[in-house]
Nanobody, 121 residues
Framework: VQLQASGGGLVQPGGSLRLSCAVH????????IGWFRQVPGKEREWLSC????????YYADSVEGRFTVSRDNAKNTAFLQMNVLKPEDTATYYC???????????????WGQGTQVTVSS
């Protein structure tokens, strides 16, 4: 199973980005998809998890109300819509697959390669 994260880039404060996480070698609807981010020198921060059934999602307080997860099982792709971005959101963003949802990176078996998000004017 391979996950491929994409969609990062440079955006101004207050802007939006949508990250994608394509699942290869398995079906997306089998997994909960977690989103994390990391800056150099800090631990990986959990952001959100979307249950495989798609009927429940969980968010960290730091992104609640600004970030939204979704999935398109037909395309085997999960998404992280990020709005009202702040400079402190600058990080490398990762998607990961697990069964079931978890806040802990060690519970995720498969990881995408990371995509850089930079929020700066």
């Amino acid at each position: 199973v391979q996950l491929q994260a994409s969609g990062g880039g440079l955006v101004q404060p207050g802007g939006s980005l949508r990250l994608s996480c394509a699942v290869h070698g398995s079906t997306l609807d089998y997994y909960a998809i977690g989103w994390f981010r990391q800056v150099p020198g800090k631990e990986r921060e959990w952001l959100s998890c979307d249950r495989s059934s798609g009927d429940n999602t969980y968010y960290a307080d730091s992104v609640e109300g600004r970030f939204t997860v979704s999935r398109d099982n037909a395309k085997n792709t999960a998404f992280l819509q990020m709005n009202v971005l702040k400079p402190e959101d600058t990080a490398t963003y990762y998607c990961a697959a697990a069964i079931p949802c978890s806040k802990w990176p060690s519970d995720y078996k498969y990881w995408g390669q990371g995509t850089q998000v930079t929020v700066s004017s």
